[in-house]
Nanobody, 127 residues
Framework: QVQLVESGGGLVQAGGSLRLSCVPNQRTFGIRAMGWFRQAPGKEREFVAGISWSTGVTDYTDSVKGRFTMSKDSAKNTMWLQMNSLKPEDTAVYYC????????????????????WGQGTQVTVSS
């Protein structure tokens, strides 16, 4: 069973930065997109950002545009989420996810329909 492993979460003051990373626990074929989601206490999990593995096209939810940046190393199936200018409302458990398709490339990262997930990493932003 493929599982994604996140790291890099922690406690930071408002205005600070964190860098999350995500890598599968085993070699995984057919990754077409990877994404980050987050879930705050009492709220539903929401899409934060995604990246196409073939085109490098990224997509971000409006609340993080200009502050968060995704990057990847396709050869290592590794991706990162650089989070700058963090706000208390960014506090949540962050999950990485991968979408796999053995036959088709994905040009634009989707916001739903991911196949593999990580266990999550806590990000806490203090005011």
């Amino acid at each position: 069973q493929v599982q994604l492993v996140e790291s890099g979460g922690g406690l930071v003051q408002a205005g600070g930065s964190l860098r999350l990373s995500c890598v599968p626990n085993q070699r995984t074929f057919g990754i077409r997109a990877m994404g980050w989601f987050r879930q705050a206490p009492g709220k539903e999990r929401e899409f934060v950002a995604g990246i196409s593995w073939s085109t490098g096209v990224t997509d971000y939810t409006d609340s993080v545009k200009g502050r968060f940046t995704m990057s990847k190393d396709s050869a290592k199936n590794t991706m990162w989420l650089q989070m700058n200018s963090l706000k208390p409302e960014d506090t949540a458990v962050y999950y990485c996810a991968a979408k796999v398709d053995l036959f088709r490339s994905i040009m634009v990262p989707p916001t739903t329909g991911y196949d593999y997930w990580g266990q999550g990493t806590q990000v806490t932003v203090s005011s």
